[in-house]
Every structure is written in C-alpha cells, then in structure tokens.
C-alpha cells in the first residue's frame, strides 16, 4: 500500500490510494465483518469545525498539530475555494500548527552544494497561511537529514561558514514567519561516553562542542521571534539509559543558559512503545525543570508504536489509544506544555509503516496503527483519545498571540466548486466555525467536515 515511498509520494498517487482504500467501504456489512474487528468508536463521530483536535486544543490555550509532506497538500485546490481531496481538508481543520517531515531538512533544501531548493518548505508556508495555521521548522541542525555532498564537502576550516550561512539562509527566508524553531536536534547521546553527554556527529567533529550555541546564536539573529527549540529523543521513559539522557540534557540546557544563549523551548519527541515502561514521574521532573529555566516544552512527534504487541487491531487500537490518553494527561497537566503535534495524522503516511524500515515491522506484518486518523481517514481510537486528553489538559494562557482561526477555512468559491482529478469523495468545504482561542469553540448551524 505504501510501495514507492522513497520517491516523495504524489497527490494522484495519495488519491489513487485513498480511492482503493474507500472502496473496501462499500463492500456488505456481513462482508466487512467477517475482515473487521468490532470498531471501537460510534460509527458517525463528528471530528470537524467544533469537533476537531485544534478547536479542543483552542479552548484549553494549546496547540495541535501534525507532521507533513507538502507534496501532497493541495494547496492550490484550497486557496482557490474549491472542493480539494479529504487528506487537505483533514490536515487543514484538524491542525493549528504544521511543520515538515522532511522538507525542511538539508537534504531536502540543499539538493546540490551550490544551491537551495525552496519548492516544498515554501508549499508548506503557502499551505499554512490560507488554513490559517502556524509552522514548526525542522530541523536546523542534526547529524542525520544531510545531503550526500555534505560528507564530501564539509570540512574543520568551512564547517562553521557552512553552519551559519544555512541557517541564516534558511531561518531568513522564513523570518517572522515560523513559530518555533528546532534549531539543534538529537545531540545528546550518553552512550558515546564523552562527559558532556554531546553525540559523537559531525557537527561535533567538525566544529566541535560550541556548534549548538553557534547554531542558535545564528538562529536568533536570522529570526528573532521564533521559538528556538532544542528537539530531542529517548527522554520520555524512567529507564536508566533515558534518564541519564535526560539529565544530560538537563545539563547542556542549564550550561546555555549560564552562557545567555537564546533557547526558548524543548521539544519532547515523544515516539512511544505501546508496552511497559510508561513514561512517568521522571519526565513530570524534567518538565517543571524546563519551567523553571524559563523554557517551554513542546511534544513535538508523538505516536505510538506496536512492534512489541502481538495481538489483533482491536487490541492494538486500545493500547495505542492508552498511551495517548496517559501520556498526554501526564504532559498536559504541566503549564508550560503548550504545543501538541502526532508525527503525522494518517496511518497510511506514517514512518512506522514505511516498508523499507524492518526495524519497526510488526510480527504479523500487519500495520501499525499509531495516528489519530487510519488508512481511510477515519477518526482511530487514539483520536478520541487524544480529543479527551486535550478537555481534561489545564487551562493556559495561550504562549503564542491567539491564532486568527478563520471563519471558513476555504475562502467563499468564486467558481463552481468541481472536485479535481483522483479525488476519492466528495466532501464540503469545511465551514471552521470562529472562536477565541481562549475560550470554547462556538458552535453554529453550519456542518462539521465528517470524513466518510
Ligand atoms: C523521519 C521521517 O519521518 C522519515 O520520513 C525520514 O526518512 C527520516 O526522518 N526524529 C526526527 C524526525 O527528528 O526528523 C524523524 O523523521 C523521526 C525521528
């Protein structure tokens, strides 16, 4: 189903696959009982306007948002006012805030030494200003994400140059425009024995151990309103091997700070295993910890994967679902988390299923199923979840100037509204019904976005 993911997947072909996928949607009743286990949620749940993961995510003062490719949003069908493919409509009613899952990587943008290619990152930024969304830029800095010529090209005399032009380039381009950077991401790594707890990379190598206050040093002259994020995993757990990570963490934020380095926030990965250990009391610590640093914390790639769990989807579906509703109690009970993203928001589209990736194959071979919307675009039970977590989250001033949440998403159409090619089914134009940020979602008259 998700052959061909190396090559960035297409909207004809996200269409095509979608179309396949609906079609098991008319099959008799009796048929699809004998395939499908006994779902979880009401058949009719209402996910849009009102209902949808960024409007609860409002009316707390929060954030929710998704990971994306900005190949497949149609974003030219959405501004026109036109009736666009249901995984647009989706990402743009359910999400106030989007960031890129790869676009914004240097491979991405710096195809060649020579020259940057904007195309996608700059999709992404068009796509958000007309559904009226913020955007996350990732990353600026990691030891994985660069392009072949890098290991050819970079060298101890240009490393630096390299570093500060990117990121001045890259973070100017977007200036003013990008909620949160993550400037630094994944460079602690315990297990590479130095005491400075810093993952033996080849920004480590080639500039050495200031390159993280180099990177955001530059960071903060490029954009000075962005959020400048140190994003990082493997901190959730109370193992001994992710607590010693945190406490390095811990220290190297502690040891920016001494210096003045402009570092606003952390970001919690967050990809989880639906088994035993739980995150817990150690990241509670980690969290109020962040605080009183004055830093802010965003979970910033949440799923859950099912590797380890050899049971049916029902199972499967309720465990994931467990994860969701425990972390994100534990997460969004502290004040200073205002941000929320899943890595992703369909099943069909997310890293845990991507066949060349063996390492997180199931033992069935079955799919995992960690995002608040499956392979159809239906609601999962993780949605539920995840829409429950957000009600019972503690009610915060929202950190960010309120989103301006549009009246309509999709501007009123000044055409007839024709379904482009490949699109699985008709579905209105959402109507986002207004509200302030801080206080609840009104609802009026007009139909929430039910995906079918
Ligand atoms: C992953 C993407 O999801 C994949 O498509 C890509 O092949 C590799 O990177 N931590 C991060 C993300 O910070 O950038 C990673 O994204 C997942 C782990």
């Known amino acids: 189903?998700?052959?061909?993911?190396?090559?960035?997947?297409t909207r004809r072909w996200f269409g095509k696959t979608m179309l396949s996928l609906g079609a098991a949607s008319v099959l008799p009743g009796w048929v699809q009982s004998q395939t499908n286990p006994k779902p979880l949620l009401p058949p009719k749940m209402r996910v849009g306007g009102p209902n949808s993961l960024r409007a609860h995510a409002a009316a707390r003062g929060r954030l929710f948002g998704v990971a994306v490719n900005p190949a497949i949003l149609d974003v030219e069908t959405l501004a026109a006012g036109h009736m666009t493919d249901r995984y647009t409509l989706l990402v743009a009613t359910q999400a106030s805030i989007v960031v890129a899952e790869n676009a914004?990587?240097?491979?991405?943008?710096?195809?060649?030494s020579g020259a940057y290619d904007f195309s996608q990152a700059d999709r992404l930024m068009q796509f958000a200003a007309v559904a009226h969304q913020l955007v996350r830029g990732h990353n600026l800095c990691w030891h994985q994400g660069l392009p072949p010529w890098f290991k050819e090209t970079a060298t101890k005399e240009n490393a630096r140059a390299l570093l500060t032009e990117h990121i001045k380039t890259v973070a100017g381009r977007y200036r003013g425009q990008i909620h949160s950077w993550d400037v630094v991401n994944e460079a602690i790594e315990p297990a590479?024995?130095?005491?400075?707890?810093?993952r033996k990379s080849p920004w480590l190598d080639l500039v050495g151990p200031d390159y993280i206050e180099l990177a955001f040093r530059t960071a903060s002259e490029a954009d000075p309103q962005a959020k400048l994020t140190y994003n990082e995993f493997g901190i959730e757990l109370d193992t001994p091997v992710q607590r010693e990570k945190r406490s390095q963490l811990l220290l190297l934020l502690r040891r920016l700070k001494a210096r003045g380095v402009p570092v606003h926030a952390v970001g919690v990965q967050s990809h989880l295993q639906a088994e035993s250990p739980q995150p817990g009391a150690g990241l509670q610590g980690f969290i109020r910890e962040a605080a009183k640093m004055?830093?802010?914390?965003?979970?910033?790639?949440?799923?859950?994967?099912?590797?380890?769990?050899?049971?049916?989807?029902?199972e499967q579906d309720a465990a994931v679902a467990k994860v969701y509703t425990d972390y994100l109690n534990l997460v969004l009970a502290e004040p200073n988390v205002p941000v929320v993203l899943t890595w992703g928001i369909t099943d069909a589209l997310s890293w845990l299923n991507d066949p060349d990736r063996s390492e997180f194959k199931r033992q069935d071979g079955s799919p995992h199923r960690p995002l608040p919307f499956d392979d159809n675009l239906k609601p999962t039970p993780a949605f539920q979840a995840l829409r429950a977590a957000l009600d019972a989250a503690l009610l915060t001033r929202p950190s960010t100037e309120p989103l301006a949440v549009p009246a309509?998403?999709?501007?009123?159409?000044?055409?007839?509204r024709t379904a482009p090619a490949n699109v699985p089914a008709p579905a209105p134009v959402i109507d986002y019904q207004p509200f302030s940020v801080k206080g609840s979602p009104t609802p009026s008259g007009s139909k929430p976005l039910t995906p079918k």
């Open 192 to 198: 590479d024995q130095r005491p400075d707890g810093l």
């Open 408 to 416: 309509r998403v999709v501007p009123p159409p000044t055409h007839p």
């Open 294 to 314: 004055d830093l802010e914390v965003y979970i910033t790639e949440m799923d859950v994967n099912t590797r380890n769990l050899a049971v049916g989807q029902l």
């Open 104 to 112: 914004m990587k240097w491979a991405a943008l710096r195809p060649t």
């Open 1 to 9: 189903m998700i052959q061909g993911r190396k090559q960035l997947p």
